[in-house]
């Protein structure tokens, strides 16, 4: 089945660093590939899209390229601000068995600005 | 506009007691998601529906059921709580035209005791 992969726990960064958050998929088909925010106490939500191959989504300064040679689409930033924290999650929506897309997500990072 | 909207927010049960989370989605969509989220664990599904009628498994189906009333409502429904269901319970819902991205609920906070 689909897999996606990111980097784990959590991200230590101070403000004005630079940010890479790594994320790899593995699907048979040709997904979408999407990064979600979650502040505390909500829900997930959308902050970045790419719908093929070469696509870069883009959202608040984050980009992410969807790399279909590599199978990755790592998150990247060129200055966190101690408002981008939050937990992060990359995830693919893939046409499943049934012909219904199936969001699949990976295990989440915590990214923690400091000051 | 609520997009999803999931009750209750928190709820606290004994081992063996029975409960139904609530979900609704105002956006027409077909499908829809029951996922949990627990510590490092990511967001791991357990139900989905494609369309109204129908319900299909997902990753951790066992020790719950679901229900897809109508096209708004998908419910989900513990039988018998274990303090293994100890978790946050997110619905979400997704069209199946473009961009298919997922609306998700504010979530329910299930403690078992």
């Known amino acids: 089945g689909d897999s996606v992969v990111q980097t784990e726990g959590q991200v230590l960064p101070s403000e004005g660093d630079s940010l890479i958050v790594n994320c790899s998929y593995e699907?048979?088909?040709?997904?979408?590939l999407f990064w979600y925010v979650q502040y505390p106490g909500e829900g997930p939500q959308l902050h970045l899209k790419?719908?093929?191959?070469?696509d870069k989504g883009r959202n608040k300064g984050f980009e992410a390229m969807y790399r279909k040679e590599t199978t990755s689409f790592h998150l990247e930033k060129d200055s966190v601000q101690e408002s981008d924290s939050a937990v992060y999650f990359c995830?693919?929506?893939?046409?499943?068995?049934?012909?219904?897309?199936?969001?699949?997500f990976g295990r989440g990072t915590s990214l923690i600005v400091h000051p | 506009n609520a997009g999803v909207t999931q009750t209750p927010k928190f709820q606290v049960l004994k081992t063996g007691q029975s409960m139904t989370l609530q979900c609704a989605q105002d956006m027409n969509h077909n499908s829809m998601y029951w996922y949990r989220q627990d510590p490092g664990m990511g967001l791991r599904l357990i139900y989905y529906?494609?369309?109204?009628?129908?319900?299909d498994k997902g990753e951790v189906p066992n020790g719950y059921n679901v229900s897809r009333l109508n096209k708004r409502e998908f419910s989900l429904r513990l039988e018998s709580a274990a303090p293994s269901q100890t978790s946050v319970y997110f619905c979400?819902?997704?069209?199946?035209?473009?961009?298919?991205?997922?609306?998700f609920g504010q979530g329910t906070r299930l403690t078992v005791v």
């Open positions: 790419a719908m093929k191959a070469n």
């Open positions: 699907t048979t088909q040709y997904p979408s």
């Open positions: 979400a819902s997704s069209g199946d035209r473009g961009v298919v991205r997922a609306f």
């Open positions: 529906s494609a369309s109204e009628g129908t319900t």
């Open positions: 995830a693919l929506s893939d046409l499943g068995a049934g012909g219904s897309y199936i969001p699949t």
